[in-house]
Every structure is written in C-alpha cells, then in structure tokens.
C-alpha cells in the first residue's frame, strides 16, 4: 500500500477526491471547498444545480432543485437516498434535469420532465430518481439495453449503450430521431449513427454530440447511387478511370431535415414525410434502393475495387450476412436463397459458441455481428482513406498505390500503431467523463519498395466475440459520412449500409467486440466529431447556422485525434491528444477563448506557447481548461464571462486566463462546468505519489507534442521533396521511408498513451491499470522497431545525405532542429543535430526509467505493487541500455566503412550489419599462411570475413571469405597441448586454425565470436534460426537450428541446407535442396542422411521426380521404405545401402493397362529377386510362387494361369524345366517332362477324370493338340479305386521356407541378427523405441491418431513384467497384450502379421484363388502360427513349449478367457489352459485371413455343396411334423406346443419352422464365427438348446443316445440352411487342436459332419 496511506482512512479520505466551487475568473475570487466524508469520483453541473458521486456509489445533490417540491428548499448538500445500494458509477445533469447510471446499466431519471427529458410519460415533474427503461424493440425477443453513460442537455437526453449505439429521448431536432412529434417518451435509437462505434456524447442546451471511433483503413466497397432526401442531389460523384471508378461523397446537404410542427394525435416516434424547402409536397425522407443484379457493380478483382458503396439489402439475415433480394413474383425462395438460409444457420450456431465463450449477451442482430474496428487486411491493400477527411481524395486505388508519394505515408496516421479503442467515455454540458472500456488493435505498416502498405496483427483474445460471416462479394470501404461497415473477422468482407432507409438499417446491429481483460489497452486516436441539433450559434460547427436532425460529421475534426468532447449551453469544446483545443458556437462572451475567427467552425482556443490542455468543461457562458504548464502541477484557465456580485452583466475574457488559485488546491486532475459554476476535482500530494503520476503523464504529453512536432515540421516536408529520393538513393531512400514509417508507429502509441494515463489520473489511479507497466511489451517491441531503421540508416550513410535536403528545407544552421531539440549548444555539428534530433524519441526511454523508480519509492517495498513497478522499471532500464548500445554499435560501424576505402568489400556493405572488431592490428593471423600473404579478419554481428591479400597495408585484398555465424564453431586450442594460442574455426565446409598474437587477445577474440554467434543465435537475424539448447558454461550450443548454401565441389555443391546442426555437421531433423530439385526432408547424423527422410530427384529420361520415402544409414537407403520410380514402378519394402534388400514388393505399370503390369512380393538380395516369391503379371494372367535367383525363376515353383491351368515343377532361367505336373480345371492331371515354357517334351503320364491314363512321350503345348505315343489303359471298376493320382503340391515350397525374409525382418526389429539369438531385455527397449519413432515420424507427417490409438500406444510402450512361469492370470496378460499389438503395426509384431495378411492374400487371391492351392494355403496358415508362437515365447520366456499345460490356481476362468481352450472340456482332471499356438494366436490371425482361406474351401468344396444345397432346398419345402417324421424323429420328441412372443402356441400338421428354432437360430452362427474354436462353441451351444427343448418335453433326467440325437440334429442342420456347411466343417477340422477333437467337442464335430454327409444321401418321395 501506498506509505501515506498508512494513517486513518478518514485523513486519507480528505487528501483525495476533494472537490472545489467557484465562479467567474476575478482575482479575489477563493475557491469554496466542498467536505464531505468520501472522496468525489464525480460531478456533473445544471444551470442552478449540481450533483456529486462519492466513493461508494452514494450521489449528493445541491442547488435550486424545484422538482423536490420541499418547502423550505434545503441548504447545502442533499444525499439521494432512493440512489443508495443502486451502485451508481456516473451521473449527468441538464439544465434542469439529472440522471445517474448503475453498474447494471440501469438508468435513472428525474428533475423537469416538461419536454420528456426525463423519459418518465404524464408527469411535467419527477421529485425523485425513477428508473427508466432502455429497449430495443427490433429484436426478438425484445431486449433490455445497458446504457454506459447519459449526457443531457435542456430538454432532451441521449444514452450511451455498452453495445456503443445512442439513444435519446425528450424534445427538439436534437434528438437525431426521425420524427417531428414531440415529446418523446420512450428512449429510441439514433437510427443515423447505427453502425459506427460512438465512445462519448455530449449535450449543449439544444445541440448533440457524439465522438465517433472509425476504421483508419478499410478496403473499398461496392457503390450504390444515393440521393439526398433535402436538396435531391446525388450524394456521391463516380468518375470512371481506366481502369478503376473513383467514388467522391463530398456532398453535404445544406439542410438537413428540416423541422416540422408537432402533430395532434401522431405517435411518438412515428415517422413522417419531410417538406423541403423548394417544394410543398412531402417526400420520403429515406429512399429505399434494394441490392439488385441492376444496380450492383461488378468486381473483377481485389485490386481494381476502389471506395465505392454499396447498399445490401433490407433483408438481411440475423446473423448479418447480407443476401440478394428474391424478386416478388413468386413466394418460394429461390436457391441462392437457400444456401444463405443454411449458411445463415450454420453461422449463427457459431456466433452463439463465440458468445457462450466470452459471456457475452444472447446472440441476436446486435451481438451477432463482429466489431467493425477489426481489421485483417493484407499488406496488398491500399491505404484507403475511412472518411473523406481523412485523404486528399476519395480513394487510393490499386494503381494509384504505387505511387504514393512518401509524405503520405508519413502524414497519414493510418502508418502507425492502430489501437482499437473502446473508450466509452461521455461528456455532456458538465463536461463528463467516463471510464475506459478497453480494446486494442494493432496495425503495422510496413514499407516496401518505396510504398507504404498495412500489415496488421490480430492483438487480443478473440473469445467473447460475436462473428458474423458476410458476403464476400462485399468486401467494401466505409464511408465515415455515409454508410456503416461491417467486418467479417474471418473473411476481411464488409458490408456496407446506406443511412438512407431506417427499415434497411433497423434489420442491421453494429458490431461489438465484448470486454475482455487482454483489450483493454489503450484508446484510440482515429475519431469523428458528429453534431446535430440547432444551429442558430454556430454550435454544430459545420459553417452555417442552420439545424440537423440528423447526425452530421465535422469533417474538418477528422483528423484532429479528438480524444473528447464537451458543450456549453450554445457552444462546443473537442479536446485532441496534442493537447489542443478546438471551440465552435456561441463567443458573446468569448467561452470560446480567441479572437477575429469564425465562430462556426472549429478553431484553435490561444493558449500561450508550451501550455497543453488536457481536459476541458464547458458553461453556459464559459470555458474551463486544465493544463500543464512549466511544473507538472496542473494549472486552470478561464474564458468566459465575468460573474461579479449585485451586478447583473459582468464582463467577460477574449482569451484564456490563467486562474492564480490553482496552485493552492492540490494536484487537479477534472474538471467540470455548468450555468455559471465551476468545479475542480483536485488530490493533495501525499508522499509524492500524485506528483510523481502527474509528472508522468505532464512528460509524456509534452513527449507526444515534440514527436507529432517532428513528424509534422521535419518528416512531411522532407517526404515531400522531390529531390529527396536523388540526394539518398534508391536504397537510403528505403531506409529513410522505413524509419518514417517506425517514428510513425511510436509517435501513434506515444499519443494514445498520454491519453491512457490522462484517464489514469480521472479513473482511480490503481496501479495494477497503468499500461506502462501492464503491458510492457507493446512499449519495448514498439522502441525496439524504431532502433533497428535508425541505426540501419545510419550505418548506411544515411544520415551524411541527408544534411543537404534539410539544410535546403530548414536553412544551413538547420535553426527549427536546433528549437525542437531545445539544444543549448553553441556551435554544434549539422550532422550530430541531424543525427539526434531522430535518435531523440529514444532517450525517452530514460524518462520511464526515471519515474517508474520515483514511483516505486511512494509503496513499500514488501508491496505488490512496488514489485510491478520495479519488474517495469527494469526492463525499460535494459531496454534504454540496449537501445544505447545499437547506436553505439551503428556509429562504429559507420566509421568503419568511412575510413575503409576498398571496394571489393564494400559488398559486405548491409544495413543490419554491425561492426563487433577486426583484426588491423595483426592480433590475429590464419596459421600455417604463405610468407608474403596476408589475411584481415573482420567480425560482424552475422558473419566473420577472412580477407586474404599482399598488401595489407594499402587495404587491397584479392578474396575474402564470408562464413555465417550461425554456421560458425570456435573452440580454443589447449595451450599445454600445442603450445599455441590457436582458435580452431569450424565451418560446414572448412576448417581452419587462427593464431592469436597474446592470450589476452584470443581471449578477446573468442568472447567475441561466441557472444556474436549467441546473439545471432538469440535474435535469429535470418529468420530461421533459432536455439534449442543453452550452454550452462556461457557458449553458443554446438547443437542449433539454421540454413546453409554449400558452395564448394562436392555431392552438396549449391544444396540449400535447412535444419538441426552439429559442430559444423547437419545432425537430426533438415531439409536440402539442390538446384536441379532434388530435395532429402528427414534426419541427417553426422552430415549424412540417418534416419527417417523423404527423398526427391528428377529423372531426366521419363522427366519426372523419382521419390523415395523410407529409412537412411550413412547417407544411404537402408531400412524400410517406398520407393516411387519415374517409370511408374513402386517398391515397397526394405533396402540396404541403396539396393532393394530383404522383403519387398514391386509394382508394376498401371492396373489400368493389363499389357505392361505385374506386382511381385517376395524376398530381394542386392537388388534381385532372390529366394521365395510371389509374381502376379496380370499381362500373361499368370501368377508365379516359388523360388527365384537373380531375378529369375529359379527351384520348386508353382504357376496358376487365370484359365484354370495349374503347373507345378522346377523352374530353370524363368522356364519350367523336367519333371513337373500339370493339373486341369476338369481334373485331368499330367505328371511327365517340360521344357521352355509349359512345353510338354518327353516321357509322362495323363491320368483321366474317370480314371482311364495315357502313358507315354508327349510332345507340344497344352489345349493346342498333342502328339503322342503310349499306352492307353482303362482299368476296370475295382481297379480304379487303387489307382493312386498325382495331387498339388509335391513341387510346392515347403510352407516353412516360405517369407522368411519377412519374419527375419522382425527379429531384427527386436535387435536379434538370427532367430532367437539375442537379449530379451534389448528385444523390449527396440519394440518401447520403435513405438515411440513411429508416433514422432507420424505427428512430423502430419497424421493424426485417434484417441483409442493413442491410448493404445502408450499402453504398449509399457515393457510387461512377467517374472518365473506364466500363470493363468498372466496367461491372460499376455493374451490381451497380443490383441492389442497385433492391432497396432507401429509393434513389430503388428507389423509383422499386417505383412503376413499382404502376402497371403496377394498369393491366394485372384487368379491364386485355384482350389488345388487349399492344402498349402492351410500349411502357410499352420507355419505363420508356429514362428510367431516362437516369437512370442522368444519375448514371454516364461510360456510353455506348444502343446504346454497352465494350471489355474483359482479353479474358475477369467471372463476374458476362451472357455473352449480350457481343460475341464478334456479328460485331464485338472483345470488350467493348454497353450498352443493355434489358440493364442488364431483368434487374431485367422479373421483376417479368413476370406481368401474359406474362398478356397468353397471352391475345393463345390460339387459336394452343390449336392447338399439341392437335398436342403428340398426337404426344407416340408411342414415341421412332416419333416419330423420323415427323418425318423420319434414322435415323443416332437413338440406339441412352442411359444411365439411369450406366447403358447399349438404345433400343427401345417406349421414350418417353428420347432426347435432356438437351436436352428444359434447354430446358423457358425456362418459369423471365424476361429475353429468360435465354430466348435457355436455346435456346442446349439447341441445345449436342442437338450433344452427336449428335456422340456420329457423332464431333466432324460438322457440322449445316439439313434434319438442325430435324427433331431439333422433336422436342425437342415431348418438352419447353412450354404457352405461342407467347407465350414472342413475348416474346423484342419485348424482345430487336436486337444479340442477329442471327447465331447469331437463328438459334436463328427455328429455335425454325419448330418452333412447324411443330407447329401437322403433322397425325398
């Protein structure tokens, strides 16, 4: 807490907010202070009243107050009680009428209510505060309004709402209504000013006004022709150009509306015609020109656009989006009207987000639009003026912009910092002033080739924000006088309306930003003066006498930077931030404070050189102006009448006249004027926090007078010249428009801060508020961005050119730089005034500094608030140490290149660059140097220069060398070791040793280039560069990210490098280009891909890239990866040291073109296709799987051609060479000699279907005709069935030997060279890294992971801990773990099986889908289980060998567990698990594998299918008893009654598929169920419901023997309809343990493959 306020609050209480009366300016005059218990935070001043708000929220009142209708009148100051616990934050006072504002927004009202100022209907008095409501009736529902502020006047008030729209209410043409019927009653919106951004308001007797916050630069808008209602001219001039239309509004309407009588019987409110002067008959006042394909103008781009308007259509939507009106012809909505109705929807959905967000209020057509202050333009926009007043023309078009002279770029004050401000701050005839609503936007502008263009960076939370997409068709330009603009945030579209159609704009809201704490900042500086009202004294300040009804911009204030506005009873007063005054109106009794000017339109008020006004009242007659002066002690001026005692005209001042008492009542810091009084809000200085906070503010505000001095007298004019451009040069001249355009930005953030800490000083002075130390960083980056162009400027001479143009601007002693510099210096140098006459603005950082410390001496140093200050006051302290030092650094760097005259350095020359030291001194020299060779070595901020050459002395250097320092390695050379005071240079592509000549100078030359490459480094000069890693020993990290060209000969000759690095080799993540397009994006180690990359080259013989994406070692391909070839192919699969290598498949061709592609899988060695693989070449319908050398087809091999064929035999430089078997599609088989290419050549034998056989010498080609010579024999009948035919396979690849190259990758993955020859620990470390890898490579690559995939993962890096043998609860542990990294093929293991479903499928799918390949499919299957099991016991050692027995403990199987593996189905008496590889493995494996391996069985299956299927179609044609009957079921089993949807129904002769349908029902299942396993539960369970129904009829102890069972089973098998029983059966026996067939599960197989074999012999009569 502050130190003075460690007495009483009483004491503390009368040192602040006191408040002190008088009247009139004579010099006896004694100031009378009003006591009261509370400090006064406000006041406001009637003609003969006053009101006072106190902390507290309490309001007292005083004066001649008749409305009381208290007799006798009181004396003194009245409390309002009625306003007690209201917490009230303002209140406003008219003539004779008050208002109070809560913090709700509620406002309250009472006084005269003659003319309805009071807003209080059938009462010409209120004796008392009495609420009035605010409503905007055009929503729906309707809503309450909460009101800001209120300002009154004599007879009517206007309010101030939070979403910043006026409303007013009372009598007279200065309500701004549409209406001629008075009194209005009901507070109503000023249609006029709807869409534009008001922060204040203010009441003269019979005027408005209203300060207006704009949009410095919006983009232009489309035009929509406009007439006046009044003088019926066109409001805006279009003028077409080549190739852009300009679009003027300089219209103003001399008129206004002009005033009608009241009207008996009108309603208030209700519009009517208007007259005109020049004619009697009424016309509307607004014309409605709806948005048509008519009277839009077309854009044919962004650029050619220039400042036209646009009227949308009355129809807009509640969201703000602006849609085409339908043409009335017809009551449907056409279809550009439904897609705004669902944009409408889906965008509202979003706004009501954004609100719910913020806390904002509901969304509706106010609040669902966003603020029209934010702006997202692109640095190609033009820097278009936002109201006429505010350029020399109309619009700035896209052409135009180029050409921008350099003065506008500097004189605009669009080029500097834009804070969008939301200062609601009222005034009215008491001169009022709110508090700060807050809001920022910031706005750079950056120059670029001479022209200044806007960039602008969102500041802030976007939360709370209402957003309303618009058309983007309407990206427009806000006219200030004219239209309201409203700003799509995400688009950068507006909208503009027409203030000519209240209907149009009623179905339109503003757009307002919600209050959030990170924009409350500072206020804005781009504001409008609105007035309207009467005229009669010139008091709207337009340069007539004539009324407004309507709102009417004061172009000429436009900018002015206004930051608030006041009035007297007929008199204005708009105060700017440089601290002028500007009066217009009523001067009888000169209120307006000058002389000889006209009095309708504003004016300077004379004040004496060096006063700045910083806040104003207005009187009836008078004027009052707070100011600085020479002290920092606020001082008081008066202009006005003279108020004398018992006479009843006094006289009055001309100018302004300095109050002597001011000095004598404290720190003032408001003040407020009313009828003839005058009040002064003053605070005593208490252990100088008052004083310190007041010479805070006083020095910024003289601060921002000198800037906006030096930017107006010294930067404009010098912009201006013509020959400035040839004095500087193209570069310089850069430069210098760069720095104008940063001097620009501070010199804008200066102005809004002095008016932020003005407001400070009015709004509780809490330090926790203060934006200088709040928000340090927009002070420092805003410092830090005007350093950088200055010293640049100076580093390039720029300051020495320009001493001729400013000698010829402001004379050869440059006398007016001398005056703004206040230099007392006699003599002083030209270049040294020019020089710190820009350098000045810097040294206001000591300023800060300064007082920031004198104002943390006023709080204890155990405070909070001393801690803020102190944080603050140190960073600008290292901030004015740095900003000292880059000048330094310039001036050096400047003398550097002034005494350096050779020119094959000056190269070199930049404007960045700064000197750090050199080595003309000979302190360093390169070691190992030819004896008549010299080298200089030159250390800059970036780079170090190696200059070599003869003659040093001279400075003529034959080459130099530039090495980044980014890229630069130093390291000290032990003394001990070599005996040198050597550095050693490490460079990307050189090394090299420098020898120091003293220990004192490699130390100062190795704190040199450290402390320079760590600030490049830090800073990141190029951009990109930047540190991951400190060095805790003061050095630059050997390890940091930036970009390098390679220029020496070599594999990276003119490769761009663009990553990690590491002691002068790329090292972890980079990318590298080379100019012919070749690029590698991944990991490098040591200088050579390692890792995961991305790979890209051209091939100039199919001129196309060649991409490979995959694993690096040392540079080369090695691992796994995809590699896209310009000839189309793609291979897929791992390599080693460039060569395909290990398991891969190649893609050939095009699927779309059959005659030129093939996909191989297989094994590769070196390049070739060597071991097992599988060719598909869809061209020759062949499909190869065996064993290939080199390439080529070569051993046991096995060809299924696409009509049937199947070959088998060994294979001999791609040809089928000896002995092999050719089996057909009808099953002729032949077994004999082959040659060149399924050529029969030799002995053999072809065996017939029916068994007949030809045994003999064949010769030719399969299905073209034979020759040949043998022996044909038939046998006879009995001899058939011993004839023994050749069978698939005998030539086939052992299922084992097949993808070994697959599984042999997986052992590698786990760190195992050969199978099982490894750690266990390390197996697990590889699988923990590799799941890790795999989740960095996919969140680099952009690829997304679900939530579960997540999750998953992380359970899978989790090593399990299984200790001594596997137990059946750890059984089940690792039967989970299986599942889940089977799912998952990041895990080897989920690799490996994703691998193993790829092959399997490209080997027995499609033209592989041959019924001869059944048996060694089933083989593969088998050989998968048996090395993944050993994969699987290699990582869980604790498992049992195949075929194992687990006991179970617990005696009761986990509910995870399969119950059909367990050993209580054998005959074994103890309970546990058998673990096989089949039942820990299948359930995974087989699902997927299951389509291709069951098409198989259907088509080994078919004829015997075909059979069954006929004979179940038929029988299944029978009722249930007849089928019952027919199979031989005793008729004791049959049911006689079933229930049917609980209930009971009787079977009749009639009924079908009706008994035993549960059992039917479940056994159909085994069709869904993919494990044997699954199948044989599905039997089981459907035996377990055919019992169930049976006992049900015969009791529980009945007991089934087999001549019962099976005639009920084979009626069950048939109701069930299975297609594929046959192959269903067939698969259970071949993949089931031999464990689960025996017993009881083996019965029920046999009893359902009899019922199969049974069905296809039973013959139906």
Known sequence: ????????????????????????????????????????????????????????????SF???????????????????????????????????????????????????????????????????????????????????????????????????????VWAWGSGCQLGLVTNVFPVWKPQKVEHLLGRYVVQIACGAFHSLALVQFLPSPDASQQAHDKCGQCNQIRYTMTDKEDHVV?????????????????????????????????????PIYQVSPLTSKNIFPLSSQKNTTNQETQPDPALSETGSACLQRSKSTPYPDEQALKDYLKKISDQTLAEQATSAGGSHPPSRQSSLTCPFRSEQSDELALCPSSPALSRTDSITSSARKHMSASDSVTEQKNSVHLIPTLDSTSDDSSQHSSVDGGIYLSDLVISNGCLFESCEEGGDTAGIDFCPADPLQSKKSISLTDVTLEDTDRNSFSPVSPSDPHRTSNLRAVRASTSESRNLLPSLFTEVWSWGKGHEGQLGHGDYLPRLQPLCIKSLSKKEVVKITAGANHSLALTAQCQVYSWGSDKFGQLGRMNSPSTVPNLTTVSDGIRVWDVAAGQTHTLLLADGDCYQPILYYSGEQVLEDVDSGTCTQTPTLLPFCMNIGYVSQVFGGGLNCLALADQNAMGFISTIHELASAERKFYCSLS???????????????????????????????????????????????????????????????????????????????????????????????????????????????????????????????????????????????????????????????????GCSKYEVLSRLVSKQRKDAEATFNFWKNFKGKNLEALRKPSRRLVCESSNKGLTLQNAGRFSASWFILFNDVLVHAQGSIPSKKLFSSHYVYPLATLWVEPISDESTGLLGLKLTTPEDSFVVLATSPLEKGKWLRAINQAIDEVLVSGMNGRTRVSRTSQKGEPPVSRTSNYNFIKEGRLKDAKYEGRWLSGKPHGKGNLKWPDGTMYCGTFKGGLEDGFGD?????????????????????????????????????????????????GMLRSGKVASPSSSSVFVGQWVQGKRTGYGVCDDFSRGEKYMGIWHDDQRHGDGVVITQFGLYYEGI????????????????????????????????????????????????????????????????????????????????????????????????????????????????????????????????????EELSRSQTKMLECLEVIPQHEGPVTANSYNNIRRYLVKACDTPLHPLGWLLETLVTVYRMTYVGVGSSRRLLQQAVEEIQSYLTRIFHIVRFLFPGLPEDGGFIVDSSCSSDEGTDSLNSSTHSEAPQQGWTVSSSSLLLPVLLPRLYPPLFTLYTLEKEREEDLYWNCVLRLNKQPDLALLAFLGV???????????????????????????????ETLQQISTAFTPSDKLQVIQLTFEEVTLDVQAILGRDFLWSMDDLFPIFLYVVLRARIRNLGSEVSLIEDLTDSNLQLGQLGFMLTTLKACYNQIQLEKTT
């Open 1095 to 1143: 790979f890209m080259t051209p091939s100039t013989t199919f001129n196309k890239f060649e991409r490979y994406q995959g694993h690096w070692k040392e540079g080369k391909m090695h691992g796994f990866g995809t590699f896209w070839y310009a000839s189309g192919e793609v291979y897929e699969g791992s390599f080693r040291e460039n060569m395909r290598h290990g398991h």
């Open 247 to 283: 679009i003027s509004d300089e219209h103003y309407c001399p008129l206004g509306v002009e005033l009608a009588e009241s009207k008996e019987g009108r309603k208030s409110g209700q519009s009517s015609p208007a007259q005109t002067p020049q004619s009697k008959n009424p016309s």
């Open 1211 to 1342: 294979f001999c430089n791609n040809r089928m060479m000896g002995n092999g078997t050719l089996l057909c599609d009808d099953d002729t088989v032949f077994e004999g000699d082959f040659q060149d290419d399924w050529t029969l050549c030799g002995k053999g034998i072809l065996f017939m279907p029916n068994g007949d056989s030809f045994d003999g010498v064949f010769d030719g080609h399969w299905g073209s005709g034979l020759r040949v010579a043998g022996t044909f024999t038939k046998p006879f009948e009995m001899a058939r069935r011993d004839i023994k035919m050749p069978v698939a396979g005998q030539h086939a690849v052992p299922a084992e030997e097949k993808w070994k190259a697959v599984f042999e990758e997986c052992w590698a993955r786990l760190g195992c060279e050969t199978p099982a020859q490894g750690a266990l620990e390390k197996a697990w470390e590889n699988i923990a890294i590799s799941l890790t890898a795999k989740r960095r490579q996919q969140r680099d690559r952009s």
């Open 1530 to 1560: 005793q008729q004791k089993f049959w049911p006689g009654s079933i229930s049917v949807l609980g209930e009971i129904k009787k079977v009749l002769p009639s009924t079908k598929d009706a008994c035993f349908s549960t059992a039917v």
């Open 709 to 871: 001095k030096l930017k107006s007298q010294i930067l404009s004019p010098l912009l201006a010249r013509a020959s400035l451009a040839l004095s500087l040069g193209e570069s310089s001249m850069l430069l210098f428009q760069e720095m104008a355009g940063s001097f620009s930005k501070l010199c804008h953030l200066t102005g809004q801060h002095s008016v932020s800490l003005t407001n400070f000083l009015q709004q509780g002075k809490v330090i926790e508020t203060l934006v200088l130390i709040k928000h340090t960083a927009i002070f420092m980056d805003t410092y830090k961005e005007y350093s950088g162009p200055v010293g640049n400027f100076l580093v390039m001479g720029g300051f020495q050119s320009l001493l001729k143009p400013s000698q010829e601007c402001f004379g050869k002693k440059l006398e007016l730089i001398q005056t703004l510099l206040e230099s007392k210096e006699k003599n002083p140098s030209l270049y040294d005034l020019v020089v710190n006459l820009f350098y000045m603005p810097l040294q206001h950082l000591n300023g800060y500094n300064r007082l920031l410390l004198k104002l943390a001496n006023c709080f204890e140093v155990n405070t909070e608030e001393y801690q803020r200050i102190q944080n």
């Open 1 to 60: 807490m502050l130190m003075e306020e460690q007495g009483s609050s009483e004491d503390g209480s009368r040192e602040k907010g006191v408040l002190y009366r008088w009247q009139g300016y004579f010099c006896s005059v004694s100031p009378e202070k009003l006591l009261l218990s509370r400090p006064v935070l406000h006041a406001a001043l009637g003609s003969l009243h006053g009101l006072l708000l106190t902390e507290g929220g309490q309001v007292y």
């Open 63 to 165: 004066g001649e107050q008749p409305w009381k209708q208290v007799e006798p009148p009181p004396a003194g100051l009245v409390l309002e009680s009625t306003l007690s616990g209201q917490h009230v934050i303002s209140v406003s006072a008219g003539s004779y009428h008050c208002s109070a504002v809560t913090e709700d927004g509620l406002v309250l009202m009472w006084g005269e209510n003659s003319y309805g100022q009071c807003g209080v209907s059938g009462t010409e008095r209120v004796p008392s505060p009495t609420p009035v409501t605010v409503v905007d009736d055009e929503t729906r529902p309707p809503q309450l309004v909460r009101v800001l502020n209120v300002a009154c006047g004599a007879q009517h008030t206007l309010a101030l709402s939070n979403k910043h729209e």
